[in-house]
Nanobody, 127 residues
Framework: QVQLVESGGGLVQAGGSLRLSCAAS????????MGWFRQAPGKEREFVSA????????YYADSVKGRFTISRDNAKNTVYLQMNSLEPEDTAVYYC????????????????????WGQGTQVTVSS
């Protein structure tokens, strides 16, 4: 059974940092791109960041570029999202997901390409 488990969320003041982790189990995703999405209350889910299967390329939403860094450790089947200079607008539930395509150097910000999803971790940034 494939499972993605996010962790690392919490309450932080504006300007602070958090590091999210997403651990996969049940199968390896070392050949798949991975992504992070988020959903704020009353809003649609939106793309945050993605990383290719080998970590060679990354992609960020404009709203987080320069503040967030995505990385992965294929040996641990885990993807990370380092979030710095957090803003109240970053408050949301953060989800990791697996791109169903393999061994590609392209990344997508559309959730239609992502199959497996975690349960999410809450990030709350106070002003």
């Amino acid at each position: 059974q494939v499972q993605l488990v996010e962790s690392g969320g919490g309450l932080v003041q504006a300007g602070g940092s958090l590091r999210l982790s997403c651990a996969a189990s049940g199968r390896t995703f070392r050949n798949n791109a991975m992504g992070w999405f988020r959903q704020a209350p009353g809003k649609e889910r939106e793309f945050v960041s993605a990383i290719t299967w080998n970590g060679g390329r990354t992609y960020y939403a404009d709203s987080v570029k320069g503040r967030f860094t995505i990385s992965r450790d294929n040996a641990k089947n885990t993807v990370y999202l380092q979030m710095n200079s957090l803003e109240p607008e970053d408050t949301a539930v953060y989800y990791c997901a697996v791109d169903r395509r393999t061994l590609l150097g392209v990344l997508s910000d559309s959730d239609r390409w992502y199959d497996y999803w975690g349960q999410g971790t809450q990030v709350t940034v106070s002003s």
